[in-house]
């Protein structure tokens, strides 16, 4: 009886050491996560809900200590004077959300006008696109090695576009994620 208790134990315990090495949480995964957290705090209430219409930067940290693995900054768009609106969230090594805070001192940036979809939804849907194509070996370096991401309109092919600029720190250049205003996925380049 002893040995089953301690082998049960021994089992236990080694199972939740593994649960904090989940390859699929990675830094994109946590910017993927930061939309769709600060979408869900809309709809608690808990935060404006104009900041998923205006999100236009995610930057995503490792952390080497406590017990928050990732920090995510969401920034708005930039207001004509000041400094932007940005929400802070904390996630464990399984991507769960522990914490968010709206930082101090920010100011509300003008609205982008997305239309059907908030900003948001096409942050979501971009970051869906590297998540989804992870195993591709174009993709696979802003998967693993993800830093931060632009959203701005463009236009291609005389089409308006959202335009998802994943960066990497492995990769000199970004990943460029045009995102049609319906939250589908128009294509995908390495650019400039």
């Given at each position: 009886m002893r040995t089953a208790l301690l082998l049960t134990t021994i089992l236990m315990g080694s199972t939740l050491a593994f649960a904090h090495n989940d390859p699929t949480i990675s830094t994109a995964k946590i910017a993927e996560l930061s939309a769709h957290r600060a979408d869900r705090l809309v709809a608690l209430g808990k935060i404006?809900?104009?900041?998923?219409?205006?999100?236009?930067?995610?930057?995503?940290?490792?952390?080497?200590s406590g017990a928050a693995a990732y920090k995510s900054i969401v920034t708005q768009t930039q207001p004509q004077t000041g400094t932007p609106l940005q929400l802070e969230l904390q996630f464990?090594?399984?991507?769960?959300?522990?914490?968010?805070?709206?930082?101090?001192?920010?100011?509300?940036?003008?609205?982008m006008g997305w239309s059907p979809k908030s900003a948001g939804e096409l942050v979501e849907n971009g970051m869906h696109y590297v998540i989804d194509n992870s195993a591709n070996a174009t993709v696979a370096p802003?998967?693993?090695?993800f830093t931060n991401l632009v959203l701005v309109?463009?236009?291609?092919?005389?089409?308006?576009?959202?335009?998802?600029?994943?960066t990497a720190s492995s990769q000199a250049k970004p990943l460029n994620i045009y995102v049609n205003l319906?939250?589908?996925?128009?294509?995908v380049v390495v650019g400039p």
């Open positions: 404006d809900a104009a900041f998923v219409q205006k999100i236009d930067h995610i930057e995503v940290t490792k952390l080497s464990d090594h399984d991507g769960k959300p522990l914490s968010f805070k709206v930082l101090a001192g920010g100011t509300a940036g003008p609205d802003y998967f693993n090695d309109k463009g236009t291609l092919g005389g089409k308006d576009v959202a335009l998802l600029q994943v319906d939250g589908t996925i128009n294509s």
